[in-house]
C-alpha cells in the first residue's frame, strides 16, 4: 500500500482515466482499482457514484465489447462467455446479444472467418475436416454456422 491514503478524489480520478481510455465493466473497474488501492468501501462508493453520472454502464461496455468481438470475427457463443468473465449479467448479455442478431449474420460471419483462415481450399479428408470444425467453435460459433459454413464451401469427405 502506497505510504499517502487514497481520496475518494484520486480514487474517482483512476476510474475516471480507465474510463478514458475504454469503456470498462464494473467487474474489471473494481478489479484494476482494488489492485492499487485496498479501500474496498471507498472503491464501491466511486463506482455507484460513475454509475449514477452515466459514466460507468456495463449495458455500454457490453455493446462496445460486442462490437469489438464482431469485427474479430467471434461468433455468440465465445462471446457470451467472455461477458460473463467480465461481470455482466446473463440477462443483459442477452439483450445485447438479441440487438446485434437483428444487425449480424451469424452464419455469413462464420462464413467470412472460415473463408479468411482456410481460404478455399477444400476439404478431402476427415481429420482436415475436424481441425476446421474445432477452429469455427473456439472462435464461438454454433453447431448451425459451421454447418452452413460447410455447406457453403462444398466439403468433400472421404
Known amino acids: ?68 468481438r464482431l469485427r474479430q470475427g467471434k461468433g455468440a457463443q465465445i462471446i457470451r462467455l467472455e461477458l460473463r468473465d467480465k461481470g455482466i449479467s446473463d440477462e443483459l448479455i442477452n439483450t445485447c446479444l438479441i440487438d446485434s442478431m437483428g444487425n449480424t449474420d451469424w452464419n455469413e460471419l462464420a462464413l ?3 473463408q479468411k483462415k482456410f481460404g478455399g481450399k477444400p476439404v478431402f479428408d476427415l481429420k482436415e475436416k475436424s481441425k476446421r470444425v474445432r477452429f469455427l467453435t473456439a472462435r464461438g460459433f454454433s453447431a448451425a454456422n459451421i454447418q452452413y459454413v460447410f455447406k457453403l464451401s462444398a466439403v468433400e469427405t472421404d
Not at 11 to 23: F, V
Not at 28 to 36: D, G, I, Q
Not at 47 to 60: F, I, T
Open 1 to 68: 500500500m502506497k505510504t499517502n491514503e487514497p481520496t475518494y478524489a484520486s480514487i474517482r480520478m483512476m476510474a475516471m482515466n480507465l474510463l478514458a481510455m475504454r469503456e470498462h465493466s464494473e467487474k474489471e473497474l473494481r478489479s484494476k482499482l482494488a489492485k492499487k488501492h485496498d479501500q474496498g468501501g471507498l472503491i464501491a462508493t466511486v463506482l455507484e457514484k460513475l454509475k449514477v453520472d452515466g459514466l460507468q454502464s456495463d449495458s455500454r461496455f457490453a455493446e462496445a465489447f460486442i462490437n469489438m
Open 112 to 114: 467470412k472467418a472460415y
